[in-house]
């Protein structure tokens, strides 16, 4: 199993709709949780660091479900500036292991 | 603030020459620098982490003799690729962790390496 996994899609939704995405972890030891975009051949940006309490930026939310492993995204109100690869990423003590990303295209 | 530098941004080279990649910190510490590799439509890939004044820990399958790491300060960190081999081609992406900043990793702008 993979430490870190990913449906890879594509998503191709429809501006204005709502996406989410999943990504579960193997470690349960695991500290830190994030999401990050990668735009094509760019390097990752942090989009959110992810909490149990769960976080919301905007039109961004992430949730943490630590019982099952699982991390997530949702993205409301898609923009078409929102196509981008998203990356989740779990921290053990130093080390930071990405999935392999989900593809996002926002289709006008 | 927190930005990371890499240079170059884009190499090429002829197959068995040494290629080096240089990480830098522009306003901030950083203690630990993680230097990544991604292939095409696969994910960043960890290869070493970097720590000031001390050898690099590498991940199980990357050869040290190959990728040299070198943190020689707080803000630079050097990776040596070394008798490049065109299966070597790749995007080569480091990020550094500010030494007070908790778990945050700022990533460089990347290199993409083309070994003919």
């Known amino acids: 199993r993979k430490e870190v996994e990913q449906d890879p899609g594509p998503f191709n939704v429809p501006e204005g709709a709502t996406v989410a995405f999943n990504c579960t972890y193997s470690n349960s030891a695991s500290q830190s949780f994030f999401w990050y975009r990668q735009d094509c051949r760019k390097e990752p940006k942090l989009l959110m660091s992810v909490y149990s309490s769960g976080n919301e930026d905007g039109r961004f939310t992430a949730q943490l479900n630590r019982a099952s492993q699982y991390i997530s995204l949702l993205i409301r109100d898609s923009k078409l500036s929102d196509s981008a690869t998203y990356l989740c990423?779990?921290?053990?003590?130093?080390?930071?292991?990405f999935g392999t990303g989900t593809k996002l295209q926002v289709i006008p | 603030g927190a930005v990371v530098s890499q240079h170059p941004s884009r190499v090429i080279c002829k197959s068995g020459t040494s290629v080096k990649i240089e990480c830098r910190s522009l306003?901030?510490?950083?203690?630990?620098m993680f230097w990544y590799r991604q292939f095409p439509k696969q994910s960043l890939m960890l290869m070493a982490t970097?720590?000031?004044?001390?050898?690099?820990?590498?991940e199980q399958g990357v050869e040290k003799d190959k990728f040299l790491i070198n943190h020689a300060s707080l803000t630079l960190s050097t990776l040596t690729v070394t008798s490049a081999h065109p299966e070597d081609s790749s995007f080569y992406i480091c990020?550094?962790?500010?030494?007070?900043?908790?778990?945050?990793?700022?990533f460089g702008p990347g290199t993409r390496l083309t070994v003919l």
């Open positions: 990020s550094a962790r500010p030494y007070n900043r908790g778990n945050e990793q700022f």
């Open positions: 306003d901030f510490q950083a203690t630990t």
């Open positions: 970097s720590n000031e004044g001390s050898k690099a820990t590498y």
């Open positions: 990423a779990v921290q053990g003590y130093q080390k930071v292991t």
